[in-house]
């Protein structure tokens, strides 16, 4: 699957799903474009990915979002495909004082981010007839914990609004998916807190809730972007991948 001189921006791509995909694109031949808040980690991934435009930003930001799309264009000078990955999660109970404070959080990262993203890149993606890959989870189909009803709400509507933005632009050749993974060993865990100890419980206990008995590795997600991005799958748009090892299954929900 050959991307030679295809221009592809990911956000979130500091560590986990979005590094590997990165990476994965820029061994193909792609020109990157790299998002993240954390520059040190942005710039560990950018030594893997060729020459890289590093874009250190906050996607909740819409200074920021707006400077993604106009240095990767002026860079590269057009846009072929757009992946969505930047997430957060965020725990909170409704009955919380903070409650709306953490949904707000959560929907401006995980859904704003991407309809402004996708609202600045697509005029360019049309141009190219490229196409769009969002980054969702399987708690867009199934509640996933206690209190996570903040992330749970934002995925859901990250992958509804997929399907609405796959119908309007289908006209224009452009292509518009998600891919709906379920756990899948990152610093997901770290980054809301966990230690290291708690993370390798949260793995092991994750594995036992898989029908395949495992957790997914961030390459595994990266190469079922590939693929839908690739032209192998020209003849899907709006749809949803799950890649979950059986999680859902175990929820009983498909």
């Known amino acids: 699957m050959s991307f030679q001189d295809k221009v592809v921006l990911v956000t979130g791509a500091s560590s986990g799903i979005g590094a590997a995909i990165a990476i994965k694109f820029a061994e193909e ?20 990915c060729g020459n890289p435009l590093v874009l250190v930003s906050d996607v909740s930001k819409d200074a920021d979002v707006k400077r993604i799309i106009s240095e990767t264009v002026r860079q590269f000078g057009k846009l072929d495909i757009l992946i969505n990955n930047a997430g957060i999660g965020g725990n909170v109970s409704i009955l919380a004082e903070n409650a709306m404070q953490t949904f707000d959080q959560v929907m401006a990262t995980n859904l704003r ?24 989870s399987i708690a867009a189909y199934a509640i996933v914990g206690k209190e996570t009803f903040s992330y749970c709400t934002s995925k859901a509507a990250l992958d509804h609004f997929t399907r609405a933005v796959a119908q309007e632009l289908a006209e224009s050749g452009v292509r518009v998916n998600v891919i709906n993974p ?33 957790v997914s590795v961030p390459e595994e997600i990266a190469d079922l972007v590939l693929f839908t991005a690739s032209d192998k799958a020209r003849a899907i748009t709006g749809s949803s991948f799950v890649s979950d090892n059986g999680s859902l299954l175990k929820f009983g929900t498909v």
């Open 29 to 48: 031949g792609a020109k990157v474009a790299i998002v993240g808040r954390k520059k040190q980690k942005l710039e560990e991934v950018a030594k893997k």
């Open 182 to 214: 379920g756990p899948v060993v990152t610093d997901f865990v770290m980054n809301m807190g966990a230690t290291a100890e708690i993370q390798d419980a949260a793995w092991k206990h994750a594995a036992t809730m898989t029908a395949l008995k495992r």
């Open 113 to 136: 981010s991407v309809v402004y993203l996708t609202n600045l890149a697509a005029p360019h993606i049309v141009k190219t007839k490229g196409n769009i890959i969002n980054i969702s």
